[in-house]
């Protein structure tokens, strides 16, 4: 069955450590996406991706890079992590204007 | 870059009676229209989509929505609600290709 799988799904970082969220997709979509959700905000796009090799800056880039080695994999790196990025991330994929298809989250605690 | 608006944070209703969660987005041509629900720790699922033609269209489990560009709304409704439709439901707008963005959410609350 086709999916979205994210890991970890859980996560406690120090202050000032690398963190990288990892998402792999069976989709075989082009597209893959970061958000992060928080309480008032929704999701907000992080960093997204038309296929291997390609990045583009979302909504809320600043302290996140994003890599795509591979149609079916696409990264989240936090340098620097600082107690700001605590949250719940999600990847999701999708192919043109369609639904976009998520995983069950990473929750990124900086402590 | 598009965006969305969900007005009500938390709605609260009593199972079985009627529901609208409202959502206004942002875009000057015809954009692609979604409702996703997010029940607790999980990530989102499709309920609904809209891209042309009949401005109503209808999701899973009893859900429908309502285009009306004249208003930039695509309001999410359902006739009778049952306390496991108690999740978060976003709004989203597309277009182009370019990535979906989303509302904040509206946290329904169904009272047994």
């Known amino acids: 069955e086709a999916a979205v799988t994210q890991s970890p799904r859980n996560k406690v970082a120090v202050t000032g450590g690398k963190v990288t969220l990892s998402c792999n997709q069976t989709?075989?979509?082009?597209?893959m996406y970061w958000y992060r959700q928080d309480t008032g905000h929704g999701l907000r796009l992080i960093h997204y991706?038309?296929?291997?090799?390609?990045?583009e800056k979302g909504d809320i880039p600043d302290g996140y890079k994003a890599s795509r080695p591979s149609q079916e994999n696409f990264s989240l790196i936090l340098e620097l992590a600082t107690p700001s990025q605590t949250s719940v991330y999600f990847c999701?994929?999708?192919?043109?204007?369609?639904?976009?298809?998520f995983g069950k989250g990473t929750r990124l605690t900086v402590v | 870059a598009q965006s969305v608006t969900q007005p009500d944070a938390r709605v609260t209703v009593s199972e079985g009676a009627s529901l609208q969660l409202r959502c206004k987005y942002s875009?000057?041509?015809?954009?692609?229209l979604f409702w996703y629900v997010q029940y607790p720790r999980q990530g989102l699922q499709l309920l609904l989509k809209?891209?042309?033609?009949?401005?109503v269209v209808q999701g899973v489990n009893g859900f429908e929505a309502e285009f009306i560009k004249s208003n930039s709304s695509f309001h999410l409704r359902k006739a009778s609600v049952h306390w496991s439709d108690s999740a978060v439901y976003f709004c989203?707008?597309?277009?182009?290709?370019?990535?979906?963005?989303f509302g904040a959410g509206t946290k329904l609350s169904v009272k047994p």
């Open positions: 991706s038309y296929g291997a090799g390609s990045t």
């Open positions: 989709n075989n979509h082009n597209n």
């Open positions: 999701a994929s999708g192919q043109g204007n369609t639904e976009v298809f």
């Open positions: 875009y000057s041509g015809t954009p692609y």
């Open positions: 809209y891209y042309s033609g009949d401005p």
């Open positions: 989203a707008v597309s277009d182009n290709n370019n990535a979906p963005r």
